[in-house]
């Protein structure tokens, strides 16, 4: 690489550090409301609020209380929440069947949001596994994951998310060939400007354990999800697979969880230059949450320094619990 520095004395990079003045003039990224988006778990009753242990400061809501949090975090400055559902067991079956309902949880919050919030994007989560009576991404028959029934599961319950209003939609789910039937089905049903943000490089993580007990998926679940999900080792699988997705019709892509994988943003955003997320998950926010409830760390300074890497990496937005806490600390300056 060519040299485009003179040696020190000429060149003292603390020069331009000095003051808080110099120090703004150069700096090169900015986090600002809108790279959030805020991941809420949704729970049935009204007036209901539920503490998730694992994840202090998060919380369920019921549908009526979700209104009013997508509400303030529109007012807030937040441009798009997404939801999760908290679904209750009897509901779970093998066939998953709940998933595709146009009434559940889920579809009944983006209805309830659309008609208060309307500004407001809603994501949701296209995989199986609040619904599946064996707590995975797909259907399981004979102790497989199988693919393509799984996709014709996923692309039933993408259409009915759409049709409640959706306005993106997350296939967190890692089957193969998602993407393409449900873009094809979108285009099919008249719903032709519903975005998709393919979880394109989501790892088989440890990361995940807190949102299992968010969502209640945790105690159905038999083994793990290395057969679908990425093998943390793997870069080049994971780029392969942000390649497939983009190809069969994802608007945009993630990288997940967010702060292990940095470089997988980065590689990602080099790569194809294409609007690139990450989610910073429950197992990251449980971390510095306990890390700062002991006092062992300034919790608000390290949530905007996490926040300001998945800028520095590439990322163009992030899904991340700390949202609300967030967009008040930028708005405060
Ligand atoms: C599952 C899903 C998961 C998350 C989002 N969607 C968990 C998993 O794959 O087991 C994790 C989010 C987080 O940990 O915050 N469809």
């Known amino acids: 690489m060519t040299r485009r520095f003179a040696d020190y004395p000429a060149t003292r990079t603390r020069r331009t550090r000095r003051t808080p003045a110099l120090r703004a003039l150069t700096r090169e990224e900015r986090l600002s409301c809108d790279d959030l988006i805020w991941p809420v ?13 694992s994840m202090p400061g998060v919380i369920r809501r019921s549908v009526d209380l979700t209104v009013e949090a997508a509400a303030e975090a529109w007012d807030a400055g937040i441009p798009a929440i997404c939801l999760f559902p908290y679904t209750d067991p009897a509901l779970k079956t093998d066939l998953c069947e709940e998933a595709w309902n146009p009434e559940n949880l889920s579809n009944r919050a983006i209805r309830a949001i659309k008609a208060e919030v309307p500004d407001i994007a809603i994501m949701t989560d296209v995989a199986l596994d609040p619904y599946n009576a064996q707590g995975h991404d797909g259907i ?7 693919n393509d029934e799984s996709v014709e599961a996923l692309v039933r319950m993408a259409l009915a998310q759409a049709e409640a209003g959706a306005d993106i939609l997350g296939p967190s789910d890692m089957m193969d060939g998602r993407i393409g039937a449900m ?8 719903h032709v400007d519903v975005s998709i943000m393919s979880y394109a490089a989501k790892y088989a993580s440890a990361f995940y354990g807190p949102f299992r007990d968010a969502v209640g998926a945790s105690g159905a679940l038999k083994g793990d999800k290395k057969t679908y999900q990425l093998d943390p080792a793997n870069a080049r699988e994971g780029l392969l697979g942000v390649e497939m997705d983009l190809a069969e019709g994802a608007d945009m892509v993630m990288v997940k969880p967010g702060m292990p994988y ?5 590689r990602v955003k080099e790569a194809f230059a294409v609007p690139t997320y ?17 006092g062992w760390i300034d ?35």
Request: proline share 1%; glycine share 12%; net charge negative.
């Open 41 to 53: 778990f949704v729970c049935d009753g009204t007036g209901v609020t539920q503490e998730v242990a």
């Open 140 to 146: 399981v028959r004979g102790g497989v994951i199988v």
């Open 183 to 190: 873009r094809a089905a979108l285009e099919e049903a008249g």
């Open 262 to 266: 940095l470089d997988m943003v980065t």
């Open 278 to 294: 990450a989610y910073q998950v429950s197992g990251e926010y449980a971390m510095i949450r306990a890390a700062a409830g002991n």
């Open 299 to 333: 919790g608000e300074r390290v949530m905007m320094e996490s926040l300001m890497a998945f800028r520095r990496a590439g990322c163009d937005g992030v899904l991340t619990y700390f949202a609300p806490e967030a967009a008040r600390l930028i708005r405060a300056g």
